[in-house]
C-alpha cells in the first residue's frame, strides 16, 4: 500500500503567522516583546481601549472570515465602522452623505444597488468578501490590513 501526503510547495505560506502578524500591526494582538509603532504611537503602552480606538478611526480590516454582522443588512455591515469612530464619520461625511458613499464603493466593487438591503448570509462568498472591502475603505482609512 502506497500513502501519499501532499508534498509541501518551497513557496507554500501555510501557518507562518501572516494573520498573527497582521493583528499585530492593527493592535488585535500584543508582543510578548518588543513594541509595535502604528503612526507614532506604541501600541504596547496604550490600553486595550486606546487600540481599539486607534484602530477603529486609522484602520480598515478585511479579516480572513469577513466578520459580517448577520442580522445587519449588506449597507448597515458596510456603514458600520462609523458607528465606532467619530474621527472615521467625520472623514466620511466630509466626502459627502456616508449611506450614498457606502452604496458608491459598494458598486466600485461591483455589488449592485439591489444588494444594500439583504442579508449577508444571502450573498455569494465573493460578494460577502467585497461587502468586507467596502467596509474597510469607508471613511479613508490610512493603513488597511487585508488579511
Same mark, same amino acid.
Given at each position: 500500500?502506497?500513502?501519499?501526503?501532499?508534498?509541501?510547495?518551497?513557496?507554500?505560506?501555510?501557518?507562518?503567522?501572516?494573520?498573527?502578524?497582521?493583528?499585530?500591526? /492593527?493592535?488585535?494582538?500584543?508582543?510578548?516583546?518588543?513594541?509595535?509603532?502604528?503612526?507614532?504611537?506604541?501600541?504596547?503602552? +496604550?490600553?486595550?481601549?486606546?487600540?481599539?480606538?486607534?484602530?477603529?478611526?486609522?484602520?480598515?480590516?478585511?479579516?480572513?472570515?469577513?466578520?459580517?454582522?448577520?442580522?445587519?443588512?449588506?449597507?448597515?455591515?458596510?456603514?458600520?465602522?462609523?458607528?465606532?469612530?467619530?474621527?472615521? =464619520?467625520?472623514?466620511? /461625511?466630509?466626502?459627502?452623505?456616508?449611506?450614498?458613499?457606502?452604496?458608491?464603493?459598494?458598486?466600485?466593487?461591483?455589488?449592485?444597488?439591489? +444588494?444594500?438591503? =439583504?442579508?449577508?448570509?444571502?450573498?455569494?462568498?465573493?460578494?460577502?468578501? =467585497?461587502?468586507?472591502?467596502?467596509?474597510?475603505?469607508?471613511?479613508?482609512?490610512?493603513?488597511?490590513?487585508?488579511?
Amino acid at each position: 500500500m502506497v500513502s501519499r501526503t501532499p508534498a509541501r510547495s518551497a513557496t507554500s505560506s501555510a501557518g507562518v503567522g501572516k494573520s498573527t502578524l497582521l493583528g499585530l500591526i /492593527a493592535g488585535i494582538h500584543l508582543p510578548q516583546a518588543g513594541h509595535i509603532h502604528l503612526h507614532g504611537q506604541d501600541l504596547v503602552g +496604550l490600553s486595550a481601549s486606546q487600540r481599539d480606538r486607534i484602530r477603529g478611526s486609522e484602520i480598515g480590516y478585511v479579516f480572513q472570515q469577513f466578520n459580517l454582522v448577520p442580522y445587519l443588512s449588506v449597507l448597515e455591515n458596510v456603514l458600520l465602522p462609523l458607528t465606532f469612530s467619530s474621527v472615521r =464619520r467625520a472623514r466620511a /461625511a466630509a466626502g459627502g452623505v456616508p449611506g450614498e458613499q457606502a452604496l458608491q464603493l459598494m458598486q466600485a466593487l461591483g455589488l449592485a444597488p439591489e +444588494l444594500a438591503e =439583504r442579508s449577508p448570509g444571502k450573498l455569494s462568498v465573493g460578494q460577502q468578501q =467585497r461587502v468586507a472591502v467596502a467596509r474597510a475603505l469607508l471613511g479613508s482609512p490610512p493603513l488597511v490590513i487585508c488579511d
